[in-house]
């Protein structure tokens, strides 16, 4: 059974600290994507990976940085947190082909 | 400019009923789409493909069409039931290096018995 798992369901930050968000998938997926989810606004995509060590931007990657060190594991780092960050982030995984995406349970982050 | 709009964000059938979305775009010319439900507090689980010249797909009582021409997908849930009460999003693929899914906002189902 393919799986997305992150690292918590639920976490509270502060102003200004730097969070850590990880993702690791066991599907063996080249492609990792990071997004957030808000009322109203839908899925927006932040960051994106093919491969190891690589990543492109996607449509909000301001005041993120992601990081790729294996395949497995994708990390999204919010570098100081500020309260417009407060959402809910979701992960996913996919093939070369992306024919199906795969989404973790996703992050309900409040920052306070 | 470009867009993808899931008609309503809400929508209310009765059980039994077909329950019909609707995805439109401008100004894309996505190779596939996709469909995934949603479920409150959780991440969307991929549901249906169809890629361009495919004019329908069915799942069991999903069925998607793609018609290219009027830049649109229908996503019909026939014989509803309130389980499949949740959102329901877009999704295109472009099938272009170094570009990801595009999702729209989703429509809420509201199956009522």
């Known amino acids: 059974d393919v799986k997305v798992t992150q690292s918590s369901r639920y976490l509270v930050k502060r102003t200004g600290e730097k969070v850590f968000l990880e993702c690791v998938q066991d599907m063996d997926h080249e492609n990792m994507f990071w997004y957030r989810q808000d009322p109203g606004l839908g899925l927006r995509l932040i960051y994106f990976?093919?491969?190891?060590?690589?990543?492109e931007k996607g449509d909000i990657p301001e005041g993120y940085s992601v990081s790729r060190e294996k395949k497995e594991r994708f990390s999204l780092i919010l570098e100081s947190a500020s309260t417009n960050q407060t959402s809910m982030y979701l992960c996913?995984?996919?093939?070369?082909?992306?024919?199906?995406?795969?989404f973790g349970p996703g992050t309900r982050l409040l920052v306070l | 400019s470009q867009k993808i709009e899931q008609n309503s964000e809400a929508l209310n059938i009765q059980e039994g009923k077909t329950a019909t979305l609707t995805c439109n775009y401008t100004n894309y010319s996505p190779a596939y789409l996709q469909w995934y439900r949603q479920d409150p507090g959780r991440g969307p689980v991929f549901l249906l493909l169809i890629r361009e010249n495919e004019k329908e797909k069915r799942k069991e009582r999903l069925k998607v069409t793609f018609d290219t021409t009027l830049k649109q997908s229908l996503f019909h849930i026939t014989a509803s039931q309130p389980a499949d009460s949740a959102t329901y999003l877009c999704a295109l693929d472009l099938r272009q290096a170094g570009t990801a899914l595009i999702f729209g906002k989703g429509t809420t189902l509201s199956v009522s018995s």
């Open positions: 996913a995984s996919s093939t070369p082909l992306r024919e199906t995406q795969y």
């Open positions: 990976s093919y491969d190891v060590k690589m990543k």
